[in-house]
């Protein structure tokens, strides 16, 4: 059974600062991997989307990394700001279809200082 | 592309009443539908997954008589919550998938409070 974890649960980080957001699965054997935003109370916002035979995605200044075979992946957000401020889910997909199922973790809210 | 709605956006019930919450796929064709369930600091765990003109597939551990899903278009589908009680309250959210697509596209989500 797949299982993502996402440590630590929270992090604080005085605005300005590049900061490494990690997430790692049990089974290496994903379709892919995504990352999402959610801000309280609200609904979940994609970021990043990697195939399993992507390395890495970019968005902005978002980065998304994937190493399958050790089961990881990292998001780096440069320059943080306030706004970014919010809870980030990482999911993957275990099969392809239509009907292929996401397994998240619980996240990691972030809190970015001004 | 690709926008999901869910009506209500929130809904405060008396205990032992009925809530339906909508999800709708606005600008895509959806054949598959899911549903998850989100308590406070929690991840999504999904509740289960409807696909249309056919009965949905229950995960583990989910009352299929308390939950009632109905996926009757390829762009709307219906989760009913029975005889809600206050333990079910929760952030319910949807997401839809459509052929040849590997990706989920979620709703804003529904904020049961039962009371």
């Known amino acids: 059974k797949q299982e993502v974890t996402q440590i630590p649960a929270a992090l604080s980080v005085p605005e300005g600062e590049n900061l490494v957001l990690n997430c790692s699965f049990t089974?290496?054997?994903?379709?892919?991997l995504q990352w999402f935003r959610q801000d309280p109370g609200k609904g979940l916002t994609s970021l990043l989307l990697i195939q399993s035979s992507q390395r890495e995605q970019t968005s902005g200044r978002l980065n998304a990394s994937l190493d399958k075979s050790s089961g990881r992946s990292t998001l780096y957000i440069a320059a943080s700001q306030p706004g970014d401020s919010a809870t980030y889910l990482c999911?993957?997909?275990?099969?392809?279809?239509?009907?292929?199922?996401?397994?998240f973790g619980k996240g990691i809210t972030l809190s970015v200082r001004p | 592309g690709a926008v999901v709605s869910q009506h209500p956006s929130r809904v405060i019930c008396k205990s032992g009443t009925s809530v339906k919450i909508e999800c709708r796929s606005l600008?895509?064709?959806?054949?598959?539908m899911f549903w998850y369930r989100q308590f406070p600091k929690q991840s999504l765990m999904l509740m289960a997954t409807s696909n249309e003109g056919s009965k949905a597939t229950y995960e583990q551990g989910v009352e299929k008589d308390k939950f009632l899903i109905n996926h009757a278009s390829l762009t709307l589908s219906t989760l009913t919550v029975t005889s809600a009680h206050p333990e079910d309250s929760s952030f319910y959210i949807c997401?839809?998938?459509?052929?040849?697509?590997?990706?989920?596209?979620f709703g804003p989500g529904t904020r049961l409070t039962v009371l």
């Open positions: 999911a993957v997909t275990s099969y392809t279809g239509a009907n292929s199922k996401l397994t």
């Open positions: 089974d290496s054997a994903i379709y892919n």
């Open positions: 600008d895509f064709q959806a054949t598959t």
């Open positions: 997401s839809a998938s459509r052929v040849s697509y590997n990706e989920q596209f």
